[in-house]
């Protein structure tokens, strides 16, 4: 009996020694451990987790790259040259004006000799000849406006094709340097206008002013001549 009693209490002793935990299983002699398998999927999970992030990170860096790339293009279209020649054209015009130029030095000479302010120490021939060049300095003055004239008329079709164009350009533009010089050079055709009507102002009311001194000038002479045909009002007697 006492001999029954310790088999059975060896073999219960060996049975408690050889039983794996509740959470591990065998199989072919491999132990299966759910808790570090699921340790592992998690590890797993988070190392795929920051390589997701890192090439989105990446990706992010490149879009970047992109945009400054975009960003420093330049706008294929420039209208500076044109607009350059077209002022070269209207300067040209202005340059070859007949009669009194458009310049101080030249407009003081020319009124010191046929823009006198009173005409009492000069003959009817000399008053004949300022009567001339006047004439012909404002008739050359109102040629000179309405060449201006017409030439800005002119531009102003070719102004409006450029305007259509940078405004196209501006809308497609790619990037901000691209937006900044379709700004520039929109700014750049409004200064040329600008300047261009200034232009054409100063000529249109140069002319104007050479017609009214004309006409001043013309009155005053013949205010002169009149006063020596009537003489001192003294009655001429034999």
Do not use: C
Not at 9 to 19: M, N, P, W
Not at 69 to 84: F, G, H, M, T, Y
Not at 167 to 183: C, D, F, K, R
Request: glycine residues 4%.
């Amino acid at each position: 009996m006492r001999r029954k009693l310790r088999t059975l209490l060896a073999a219960s002793i060996l049975a408690i020694s050889t039983v794996t935990p509740t959470q591990a299983f065998i199989f072919g002699g491999i132990v299966y451990d759910p808790t570090n398998h699921t340790q592992n999927l998690l590890t797993a999970a988070r190392t795929l987790q920051m390589i997701n992030n890192q090439i989105k990170q990446l990706t992010n860096e490149a879009q970047m790259i992109v945009n400054q790339v975009e960003n420093l293009k330049n706008l294929p279209l420039s209208v500076a040259a044109d607009l350059q020649m077209t002022l070269a054209e209207i300067d040209a015009l202005v340059a070859s004006a007949k009669g009194i130029a458009f310049t101080v030095t030249q407009t003081d000479a020319a009124f010191a000799a046929f823009y006198p302010e009173l005409y009492t120490t000069y003959t009817n021939a000399e008053m004949t000849v300022h009567a001339r060049a006047r004439w012909e300095a404002s008739r050359f003055a109102m040629e000179d406006a309405l060449r201006i004239q017409a030439k800005i008329a002119e531009i102003a079709k070719a102004d409006s094709a450029t305007l259509n164009i940078l405004i196209s350009e501006s809308q497609s533009a790619a990037g901000n340097l691209q937006v900044a010089q379709a700004g520039n050079q929109l700014t750049a055709l409004s200064a040329k206008q600008t300047l261009q009507m200034q232009q054409l102002l100063a000529a249109q009311y140069r002319a104007q002013t050479l017609d009214d001194a004309r006409k001043l000038m013309d009155k005053e002479a013949g205010r002169e001549r009149m006063a020596r045909f009537v003489g001192d009002g003294v009655i001429y007697t034999p």
